[in-house]
């Protein structure tokens, strides 16, 4: 069974500061995907950033990049230039390569950023 | 207006009514998934739909069921509310190669 573990409840940061949030995974599949999703206080889901297994580069959106590390199943979230719009809860997860191919997400690490 | 729609956004009921949260979207594709947020925890999978004919089970779908009326339908309904039902309820649409779910605004359910 696929696992997403996220090891931090909350975290402060700075504005303009940069942060990362961990996020480390368990799956047997050689393919599967990784996502990185922010839930703002209103409760909507908002998408960030993908990362495929077999993309040899880290996926970077804007201030958003994906520290990804295969070898070592983790797939690090990295917020640059943090804003006060930034604080919010963030969710690691992971799609299953084949079957149901629906999203495994983690507990969350909720972000405050501090002026 | 949206790509996925649900209603109601917010519902207050008691232990023993049914409900039903509806869900609809204009993106097209097949895969659909109903998915519950408790508080202060991630989203666990409730049922998925791959098509009109094929609905299969989450993890966590005891006391719901669902019902796929068209491509872009896809209602959950809780036949007799309890309080532990108490949630966020999310339905979603998958983005056919890389997984990507795109979620609608969400309903919040409070059973009492």
């Known amino acids: 069974a696929q696992k997403i573990t996220q090891t931090q409840p909350g975290m402060f940061v700075q504005e303009k500061e940069a942060v990362t949030l961990d996020c480390t995974y368990d799956?047997?599949?050689?393919?599967?995907?990784l996502f990185w999703y922010k839930q703002p206080s209103s409760g909507e889901m908002i998408f960030l950033i993908y990362?495929?297994?077999?993309?040899?580069q880290n996926a970077t959106e804007g201030r958003y990049s994906l520290n990804f590390q295969k070898a070592r199943k983790s797939a690090n979230l990295v917020i640059s230039a943090s804003q006060l719009g930034d604080s919010a809860m963030y969710f690691c997860?992971?799609?299953?390569?084949?079957?149901?191919?629906?999203?495994?997400f983690g507990s969350g690490t909720r972000l405050q950023v501090q002026p | 207006d949206a790509d996925v729609t649900q209603t109601p956004r917010n519902r207050i009921t008691k232990t023993g009514k049914r409900i039903m949260l509806e869900c609809s979207q204009t993106?097209?594709?097949?895969?659909m998934y109903w998915y519950r947020q408790d508080p202060g925890l991630g989203l666990q999978l409730i049922y998925y739909?791959?098509?009109?004919?094929?609905?299969n089970k989450g993890e966590i779908s005891d006391g719901y069921s669902v019902s796929r009326q068209a491509q872009a339908k896809f209602s959950l309904s809780l036949e007799s509310a309890i309080p532990n039902q108490t949630a966020l309820y999310f339905c979603?649409?998958?983005?056919?190669?890389?997984?990507?779910?795109?979620f609608g605004e969400g309903s919040r359910l409070t059973v009492l």
């Open positions: 979603a649409t998958s983005a056919p190669v890389t997984g990507e779910l795109f």
């Open positions: 799956t047997s599949d050689q393919s599967y995907g």
């Open positions: 990362q495929g297994s077999y993309d040899e």
């Open positions: 997860a992971m799609r299953e390569a084949t079957g149901r191919r629906a999203l495994t």
């Open positions: 993106k097209g594709h097949d895969r």
């Open positions: 739909s791959f098509d009109v004919k094929d609905i």
